[in-house]
């Protein structure tokens, strides 16, 4: 290790001598700027990373031997008219490149700044997906875009077989953008978002109790909240109160949860009450010894400053940050080029105006910079830190937390590569990719309520009517309908399969059955399935025969009884005899079959005397023959004794 430090090392005096013969000088000092809110969740960590960083890099003498790294911070506080005027202020300071901003409202506003400047915007923070390389050439994304944050979202949705989400957001860029993603990402997995509850930014207690009591009026009880998180922790507090935190509801939570969380510590016990059985994103950062000594590190210095928050995975995002465009800038200057500003005709002090805008200045090796910046492929605390052709990071991969007791416990991962997975995506980068259905997994959730049991997703909304069930009351046939005293004491086979089928559903359907007919006699069934036709009733259950006359008018369910022809008679006990071949006809019927065999023997006795010998001889045989002919034909035919028939 220490040979290769040290042969790094001599490439880099080797290229720094072969600058100097060639008459170029390298700067003593390279300033760059950094915007974010220094009181914030996210600024607090990434003030100290920033720092540490930058020492850092003075510290290693392989990456700008002989130039010092210069950090200008500017705090935006929050605001994003104030971070306009720190980010023009810090533009006036010839810094070649700009780690931040934090904001993504504030990124939308310095990334036309930047573009006119030739300046690099480098952001750690601002995870609006719209903030696209295609509107924006100078502007790159050090952290994961909220683009593959709400895939991820979308994937969990669908892994739970959910269809409907309310979606709770901040009503900035933010916010809006990472919700307009994940209408996309659920449409492509056949979900939906069904209702968008925006809360304002900088919105009072009363204003968030409106939005999260209208979206409890929803049918949906899966909701995905992405906020602020300085402000976050009090929606939770207001839905604990309108009982929204209990059984049969879930909480789907962006990353900005999981920095809270990291950064303070021990939670609250009574904070953490509200936030038992939530999923949360955390960006995964993979596990390694400079990590880990990092965290020691920053721990450190955070305790001697009298730093009270903790580390979060946005302060080390904000950690390569600097690496990433110390290694930048050291490339551009070993390439022999030099740092030089110009004026911009176009910006000028006007008469009368305070404002100096002469004093932005273009950044000549802008675009040169911006291309060794797209160029890099280093491993820092948050793994390998490559860009795409979209200026994305080519790993984006989140852990997913399950909130529980005074912590939170990892029951998943999830990574474009192979979508939702129990093992880290440094295993699965080993592997070829699978995103099929089958291997998707996830450890078991212990949901809002302490409850493991798979909340369905959604309820009959506060606000619906209940459905109208008709039901015949009639006097005949009880046991298929029968109607008792109250509104709803109805009962019955056909009743039963009706309340069978509702508790089927995914969701609860209340009803209310409306009785139709005085009981004394039965209603007329052609006027109850006409009343669901005209929307008087919404269902109807009894025994209704299938008739094509009614098919025109309502839909029916499958037969659920055979009505098919039957015999109905008595049972009794039947006495088996040698005469018991009599008992199918009465006396009546065999006297008439019998008269029926003699006329037939008659008539063929006619047909056949005169030319058949059988049929001719002393009348006592004639009459013999007859009877015997007669009874004979049950048995077998007589072609062969008849001549005149045959």
Known sequence: MGAGRLLVLCLALCAAAAAAQRGIRRPRTVSVGA?????????????LAIELAVDDVNADRTVLAGTTLNLISQDTNCSGFLGTIEALQLMEKNVVAVIGPQSSGIGHVISHVVNELHVPLLSFAATDP????????????????????????????????????????????YGRGGVSVLGDALGAKRARISHKAAIPPNSDTDLINDVLFRANMMESRVFVVHVNPDAGMRIFAIANKLQMMGT??????????????????????????????????????PDSDAKRKFVAKWNNAANNRSIASGMNSYGFYAYDSV????????????????????????????????????????????DQLLQQLLLTNMTGLTGLVQFNADRNLVRPAYDILNVGGTG????????????????????????PPNTSTSAQQLHSVVWPGDTTTKPRGWVFPNNGQPLRVGVPNKPSFRELVSVGKGPDNVTGYSVDIFNAAIKLLPYPVPCQFITIGDGSKNPNYDDIISRIATNALDAAVGDFAIVR???????????YIEAGLVIVAPVRKANSNAWAFFKPFTLEMWCVTGTLFIFVGVVVWILEHRSNEEFRGSPRRQILTIFWFSFSTMFFAHSKFTKCIT
């Open 35 to 47: 915007l974010f809110t220094y009181e914030s969740t996210i600024g607090r960590a990434a003030r």
């Open 130 to 173: 719209t903030l696209s390389a295609s509107e924006y050439p100078y502007f790159l994304r050090s952290t994961i875009s909220d683009y593959f944050q709400m895939h991820a979202v979308a994937s969990i949705i669908d892994y739970f077989q959910w269809k409907e989400v309310t979606a709770i957001f901040v009503d900035d860029d």
């Open 549 to 559: 006359n009614r098919t025109k008018i309502a839909e029916f369910t499958q037969p």
């Open 323 to 366: 690496w990433v465009v110390a290694r930048a800038i050291n490339e551009y200057l070993n390439s022999g080029q030099q740092i030089t500003f110009s004026a911009d005709p176009r910006l000028h002090n006007s008469n009368g105006s305070s404002l100096r805008l002469s004093k932005l200045k273009i950044f000549d090796g802008g």
């Open 408 to 431: 939170s416990r990892l029951i998943g991962h999830w990574s474009n590569y192979s979508g939702l997975s129990v093992s880290s995506p440094e295993i699965l980068y080993r592997k």
């Open 248 to 285: 049969g509801y879930v909480w789907i939570v962006t990353d900005w949860l999981a920095a809270v969380l990291d950064s303070s510590g021990p939670g609250d016990p009574k904070a953490m009450s509200y936030i038992q059985g939530l999923i949360v994103l955390r960006q995964h950062t």
